[in-house]
């Protein structure tokens, strides 16, 4: 175990620092300053810049580990952002989703309406084809009343030529019986002269 | 099939099986062809599921009529009709279940059989052919319950009209005849060559192709195809497409009428033809709409070809499945 984790830290230290030229080396480089400068020999002036020389590469370190720190927030933040736009994006997909089903029914509805209103067209072209009700009643009512009025004309002329026959009838009567009582006379004077004449022979 | 068959081969007729999921296919020389629509419409699909799962011979003649019902494929050939199981296709049994032939008056030639629509109130078949009548066959008990007469000449087409319980048919003799379904009456005949908006005589008079909707007759073969008012026996449109229409159906606010001509026509209820789609065929017979699945919801039809058109869109070919 104490291996395979030591085998991990070394391969983290190569991928972050691999050649050495940064912070390792850094600090390395301040180690051995300070070593050095604890044990040197040498003149204060000497010591002074080396004591300077290592507070600037203090400074440097402590530099880059706050800039370390602050790209660590950033990715932080922008890992967060980033979660706060999927679930926006996921959002926006199912309510798309939902749309596209309601304009999809919607669709279905509106061809049925299309296809009653086109029944209706093609309903309405062939009844307009017909004439119109009204107008069919009157011109009925004006032949009805035509036709009474024919009717009661032809009752009239019929009633005309019952009169006019009768009439004749009588007359056509009256002629007969004349005639016949003037025959009747007639004969009746043929036999008084018949009678007279055999009867005066008679004699 | 050599290549001679292949190329004079016709589609006549086509039916979905009740989950949607096959499509079988009868020709002219009496086979039926059984197509896994799931198989050519899934992402994986490859060359061959294009190609039929089963074909067997179903009759001696061709398969003008293909009909399926819950669970079973009915096919007219021949002058007989037999029924298969479709769970028994799928799994390649090709036994009839039943074979039945109705009695004919004359034993000389036996009239094939032409067109057939279930009656779904009382749970019959009904199919007219060659010998001038409309038989209805009763599915529950397997007899035939009656003869309806009256056509001059054979019967090219029949259709039910579910709501008022009527049954139509057109034939050759250019009459549409309604007949009440109880009492088997001829209650109207329409003789559509006699309006002079529908017809056309340099085609004739016949009817080819029939089907309703309850309150609408869509009609047409000789005379052009034209949409009636069943109620008030009157013409409404007249659609102008050339050709004599062999089969149509309504769909949703459209129509959709296949014919002489490469080409399925889809029209207005108005009467005017908004878009002609090509297909392989020079010519078409049938036309299918797939209403039992909701996947797999696509348009079929075939014709003078051993290619069968699929539409998954109704505003293009997709793929074509062959014998």
Known sequence: ?203 | MGPVELLHMSVFSQSFSPCGRFLAAGNNYGEIAVFSLSAALSPDATALSQKPVLTFTAHEGPVFSLLSTDCHLLSAGNGEISCWSWSELIKKNVKPLWTKRPNYKSSLEIPEINSMAINSRDNSLVFGGGDNNVHVLDLEHGVFKSVLQGHSDYVHCVSVRDREAEILSGGEDGAVRVWDSRTGQCVHCIEVHKYESCARPQYGKWISCLTTDSDWMLCGGGPSLSLWHLRSLSPTSVFPLTGCQRQTTFYQDMILAVGEGPAVSHCLLGGEVKAQIPCTPQSLNTLQLNTNSTEHRVLTVGGSSDHIDVFTNLSYRTFSFSF
């Open chain 1, 1 to 203: 175990m104490g291996a395979v984790t030591d085998d991990e830290v070394i391969r983290k230290r190569l991928l972050i620092d691999g050649d050495g030229a940064g912070d390792d080396r850094r600090i390395n480089v301040l180690l051995k300053g300070f070593t050095k400068w604890c044990n040197s020999p040498g003149t204060p002036e000497e010591g002074f810049t080396q004591y300077q020389r290592m507070m600037g590469i203090l400074a440097q370190c402590e530099f880059s580990m706050g800039k370390t720190l602050m790209v660590y927030d950033m990715n932080l933040r922008e890992m967060e952002n980033y979660e706060k736009i999927y679930t926006n994006i996921e959002q926006n997909i199912t309510s798309a989703h939902d749309k596209i089903a309601e304009c999809k029914k919607e669709i279905q509805r509106a061809k049925r309406i299309r296809k009653n209103r086109q029944e209706y067209d093609a309903l309405a072209k062939v009844i307009q084809q017909h004439p119109d009700r009204h107008e069919t009643l009157k011109q009925l009512e004006a032949l009805d009343k035509e036709l009474q009025q024919l009717s009661r004309i032809k009752e009239n002329v019929d009633a005309k030529l019952e009169l006019r026959k009768k009439q004749f009838h009588v007359l056509l009567s009256t002629i007969q019986e004349l005639q016949q009582t003037l025959e009747n006379d007639d004969k009746s004077d043929n036999d008084e002269n018949s009678h007279e004449s055999p009867a005066q022979n008679g004699e």
